[in-house]
């Protein structure tokens, strides 16, 4: 059964998101983690793609090598920002040549983008998703915000936007990562107001560092509590104890997501397996 499938039917799915790697020893390290994660048997896997424009026959390789030779379920992630119409259905074609039918679709950031590059065809992932569709033959996810995307003006307007990406025909939304499992449930509740019907898997992410929080909630605008704030703080320089905390932090906030309905859960591994690992054991021991 195709996990959209599973995710319609209500089975809880798990998921890792991987990152096309640069060097020869990033791949070698991504493939060992490919091949640990893939004995916990997870519904599918992402690569995600620069919102540059630059490279995405790197995330189209990556998701053919993951699918053809590791036998994993992929999710393609395909920014347009940075694209025109001409350049998304190459790609496309690219993906299905590879049997790579489904697409987590985004606008990107604009950041990553040379300005001439910019919004030649696409100014939003709703557009995209339209496309795509219309193409036919892909299954579409989309991307969602628990506390807003940066640019929107309130959770509100954010929300009336994704509504317009499930309308084009997203079948699930996955989310930005987040810290405190309030903001998740919050999202649900004003997003099926707003006649978002769709599954929301959330989108977690144990941290390993001081550092890493800070880059990470400045660039993604996500709020950190209290108690994940002192925890890393205590551990920030103790590896060993930094790891431990840090999953059981996401262990928590996973069960708890679990608990109250969410439809499985989507890991920012980072191309490392050991947290995520760690993470699922905790999480299905715990149902
Ligand atoms: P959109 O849905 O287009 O929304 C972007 C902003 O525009 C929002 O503020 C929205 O409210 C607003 N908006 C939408 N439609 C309209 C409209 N019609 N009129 C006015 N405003 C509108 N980035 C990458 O570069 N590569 C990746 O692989 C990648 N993977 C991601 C995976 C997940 C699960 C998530 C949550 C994000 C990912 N991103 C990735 C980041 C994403 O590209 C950025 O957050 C980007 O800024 C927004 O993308 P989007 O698809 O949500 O855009």
New binding site residues.
């Given amino acids: 059964m195709k996990f959209t499938e599973r995710l319609k039917a209500g089975t809880k799915v798990y998921s890792f998101?991987f990152?096309p790697p640069k060097t020869a020893e990033d791949t070698a390290r991504l493939f060992n983690t490919a091949l640990e994660l893939k004995a916990l048997s997870p519904d599918f896997v992402?690569?995600?793609?620069?919102?540059s424009g630059v490279t995405p026959y790197r995330?189209v390789a990556l998701c053919g090598v993951l699918k053809a030779q590791f036998g994993l379920d992929v999710v393609a992630?395909l920014?347009c920002l940075a694209h025109t119409r001409a350049e998304i259905a190459e790609i496309c074609d690219g993906l299905k040549k590879m049997d790579i039918t489904n697409i987590?679709?985004?606008?990107?950031?604009?950041h990553?983008v040379a300005s001439g590059a910019l919004r030649r065809d696409y100014?939003?992932?709703?557009q995209l998703i339209a496309d795509l569709k219309q193409t036919g033959g892909f299954s579409i996810g989309?991307?969602?915000?628990p506390e807003?995307?940066?640019?929107?003006a309130s959770l509100e307007?954010?929300i009336?936007?994704?509504k317009?990406?499930v309308d084009a025909g997203a079948e699930y939304l996955?989310?930005?990562?987040f810290f405190d499992n309030a903001f998740y449930f919050r999202f649900l509740e004003k997003a099926a107001a707003a006649g978002v019907s769709v599954p929301v898997l959330p989108?977690l992410m144990p941290i390993t560092g001081y550092k890493q929080m800070q880059n990470f909630t400045k660039l993604?605008q996500v709020s950190v509590p209290a108690a994940l704030r002192a925890g890393i703080e205590r551990w920030d320089g103790d590896k060993d104890g930094m790891f431990k905390f840090s999953v059981e932090y996401a262990s928590a906030q996973a069960q708890e997501l679990l608990k109250g309905g969410a439809p499985g859960l989507?890991l920012y591994t980072l191309n490392r397996s050991r947290a995520a690992i760690a993470i699922l054991k905790n999480v299905k021991a715990a149902l």
């Fill in positions: 998101e990152y992402s690569v995600t793609n620069s919102s995330t992630h920014t987590l679709a985004l606008r990107g950031d604009a990553n100014d939003h992932a709703s989309g991307a969602c915000y807003k995307h940066p640019e929107a307007a954010d009336s936007r994704v317009e990406k996955i989310t930005q990562l989108g993604m989507h």
